[in-house]
């Protein structure tokens, strides 16, 4: 089993004003995440401080590998999100 024990603490990023520049002018972006993922929700919180046109969204009953375990809700999950955003 490998160590996860750093993934609640990890971080592309650590300068703001960099995030700042490259976060400004980015589409929409879709965060998925399983209900059962090893990605925290904190995590997600950075991610759409990242991605200002962010939507999240948790698949019920997934872990990490949602597209895999449930791809119906997932294909779901896109594209809805897809048309939502006229893309």
């Not at 972006?29 to 950075?46: P, Y």
């Not at 590998?65 to 939502?84: H, K, P, R, S, W």
Request: proline share 5%; net charge negative; charged share 20%.
């Amino acid at each position: 089993c490998k160590d996860l024990s750093t993934i609640p603490t990890y971080s592309a990023y650590h300068d703001d004003a960099e995030l700042e520049k490259i976060s400004c002018n980015l589409p929409p972006c879709l965060i998925l995440r399983g209900q059962h993922d090893f990605v925290t929700a904190s995590c997600v919180k950075r991610w759409s401080n990242i991605f200002p046109n962010s939507q999240n969204m948790v698949l019920a009953g997934c872990s990490h590998y949602a597209l895999l375990e449930n791809e119906q809700l997932f294909g779901d999950a896109a594209l809805v999100f897809l048309e939502d955003n006229d893309l």
